[in-house]
T-cell receptor, first 116, second 114 residues
Framework: GAVVSQHPSWVICKSGTSVKIECRSL??????MFWYRQFPKKSLMLMAT?????????EQGVEKDKFLINHASLTLSTLTVTSAHPEDSSFYIC????????????FGQGTRLTVV | GESVGLHLPTLSVQEGDNSIINCAYS??????FIWYKQESGKGPQFIID?????DKRQGQRVTVLLNKTVKHLSLQIAATQPGDSAVYFC?????????????FGRGTQLTVWP
């Protein structure tokens, strides 16, 4: 199957700093990528839809100025958590859908963010 | 609001037995559902999907059943193995034409005992 890679796998940062998480589709092109957030022992919650070459679409309640998304190429989307606080600590997961109608979304391995 | 949910948060089975994980959904307009397996510290792994024009779909050792009348979805795992131990999520495509925009249920922790 198609491979989606996230980097880093885990990161620890200080409160007030910003952290960038990368999501790459390694062997396919993805015009659309998705960002999810997952708290321990909870389900995945969709944060935003990342569209190549245009602005991201955020789900209700997700602060777009807090979670900056950039989808500059067909194989890379980035999520930047700005001015991170301990409550932003979470597992962030991206997914990507192959161009041209494939219905399956492939998930990355996730990024564990801890803000101290 | 409309949601996808799971009846049982945990399920323990013995190796070799069959497992059934259930999911209820409330959005009658949903037309695409997916089951994912998530191991600790990893991203979700696709298991099987089904469209609303189908009642049943089979894969290798897995079967998904869809009952649109009662808005119920189930995942059956045959001859469950220790490697099947994980959290299983059903997901509903929210986006209409935007495939991949998914709403996840709360998950069921499956534990397989040797």
């Amino acid at each position: 199957g198609a491979v989606v890679s996230q980097h880093p796998s885990w990161v620890i940062c200080k409160s007030g700093t910003s952290v960038k998480i990368e999501c790459r589709s390694l062997d396919f092109q993805a015009t659309t990528m998705f960002w999810y957030r997952q708290f321990p022992k909870k389900s995945l919650m969709l944060m935003a839809t990342s569209n190549e070459g245009s602005k991201a679409t955020y789900e209700q309640g997700v602060e777009k100025d807090k979670f900056l998304i950039n989808h500059a190429s067909l194989t890379l989307s980035t999520l930047t958590v700005t001015s991170a606080h301990p409550e932003d600590s979470s597992f962030y997961i991206c997914s990507a859908r192959i161009v041209a109608g494939n219905t399956e979304a492939f998930f990355g391995q996730g990024t564990r963010l801890t803000v101290v | 609001g409309e949601s996808v949910g799971l009846h049982l948060p945990t399920l323990s089975v013995q190796e070799g037995d069959n497992s059934i994980i259930n999911c209820a959904y409330s959005n009658s307009a949903s037309d695409y559902f997916i089951w994912y397996k998530q191991e600790s510290g990893k991203g979700p792994q696709f298991i099987i999907d089904i469209r609303s024009n189908m009642d049943k779909r089979q894969g290798q050792r897995v079967t998904v059943l869809l009952n649109k009348t009662v808005k119920h979805l189930s995942l059956q795992i045959a001859a469950t193995q220790p490697g099947d131990s994980a959290v299983y999520f059903c997901a509903e495509n929210m986006g209409g034409s935007t495939l991949g925009r998914l709403y996840f249920g709360r998950g069921t922790q499956l534990t397989v005992w040797p």
